[in-house]
């Protein structure tokens, strides 16, 4: 059996015909940008999440971009986040010329250890970016309280966690703004890049509307230097027609889960959900201090793996002008040397579920 990571030729054919009927639909309406996909899009994700407005832009790394550009956040800031996650994280923090500055992760959910936060802040932070890491929201009550203590911006990356929640209510509405990817490997993905801003700011909406058509609220008036940035027609219509499916899809991604949880608890260890969280399971993350081998083992199997991630950000090589060593960040550089992911979307049978299960469950017999 050959068990695919992610296989988007399941997931898009039970739905090739409505994706090209959207697609006839843009094509005969001739505007390709904001136009009216977009704009309901945007309401429908309003109405998912429980924020107050939506701004779609070209993709989910610069939805973080033009937030620390709306926050003023420059040369000389300091934004604090976790070193244990995608790098555009932190490289839009540089990109705009500021200093991120790591802090360490939990090791039960890889997410950042918000204990150790307040250290992290000094007199130029300006932002903390919390990241909802493998589709679990981060502590956000603690990460708020640090920012309202230091008068700082918070801003969820939640790329990986359209659709969790926490402590009951959607994750994007914890914090000043929130970024979506509907990048194709996503929950709910695009055919090709997206992404999205939610804010409750209506002062900060309008700002990021202008930044995202080179600084025009009124076109040809430009009050601010802006960007070309939107989230197009043909892109919009066909996330329309995923999203009515992810609520389904989220809860496929729990069960399986479960199925692995029972299957695999004694071997490895499987991914930790506080009590107040509901996750979505973007990535089903074990730990095993013999990734490596398990990893080439499941590969000649037939079962497709990945690692997120396999080097921490305070050492790669982009990052190493911040001055930071091994050691720094033990908890990140563990989960960095142990972590593996394991096939979760939603289009798995139980029978693959469960030869994976069997496939780990052989590596450790033997």
């Known amino acids: ?154 801003i969820e990356d939640m790329a990986q966690a359209l659709g969790a929640k926490y402590k009951g209510r959607q994750a994007g509405v914890f914090s000043d703004a929130a970024c979506i990817s509907f990048y194709v490997t996503k929950n709910l993905s695009a055919l090709g890049d997206a992404g999205m801003i939610l804010t409750n700011e209506d002062g900060l909406a309008e700002k990021l509307r202008a930044y995202r058509v080179h600084g025009a609220l009124k076109k040809y008036h430009h009050d601010i230097l802006g960007y070309n940035d939107r989230l197009d027609e043909v892109q919009a219509a066909f996330l329309r027609i995923k999203l009515r499916r992810l609520e389904a899809w989220n809860e496929r991604r729990r069960e399986i889960a479960a199925r692995y949880d029972a299957g695999l608890k004694d071997l490895v260890t499987v991914p930790l959900v506080r009590e107040h969280n509901e996750t979505v399971y973007h990535q089903y993350t074990i730990r095993t201090s013999k990734r490596d081998a398990l990893e080439q083992f499941l590969e000649a199997k037939g079962v497709g793996t990945a690692v997120h991630y396999p080097v921490p950000l305070h050492l790669q090589p982009a990052f190493r002008y911040l001055g930071y060593c091994e050691g720094d960040f033990p908890e990140a550089e563990k989960a960095a040397r142990e972590v593996l992911c394991l096939p979760i979307h939603q289009d798995l049978t139980d029978e693959e579920v469960d030869y994976v299960i069997s496939c780990v469950r052989d590596f450790f017999r033997t």
Do not use: W
Not at 98 to 107: L, R
């Open 1 to 154: 059996m050959r068990v695919k990571f992610i296989d988007l030729e399941r997931q898009h054919g039970p739905m090739r015909e409505e994706l090209v009927s959207a697609f006839e639909r843009v094509l005969g309406s001739n505007q390709f940008i904001l136009g009216p996909e977009l704009k309901e899009f945007e309401q429908e994700i309003c109405a998912l999440t429980g924020a107050r407005h939506a701004v779609g832009v070209s993709n989910g790394t610069n939805a973080l971009l033009l937030c620390l550009k709306a926050f003023g956040i420059a040369e000389g800031d300091e934004v604090i986040t976790t070193p244990f996650t995608f790098i555009a994280t932190a490289e839009v923090v540089a990109l705009v010329g500021a200093k991120p500055v790591f802090c360490d992760i939990e090791p039960k959910t890889f997410n950042i250890d918000v204990g150790k936060i307040r250290n992290c802040i000094a007199g130029r932070t300006r932002a903390i970016i919390p990241v909802h890491l493998y589709g679990q929201v981060a502590d956000m009550d603690e990460v708020n309280r640090v920012a309202k203590d230091h008068n700082v911006r918070v």
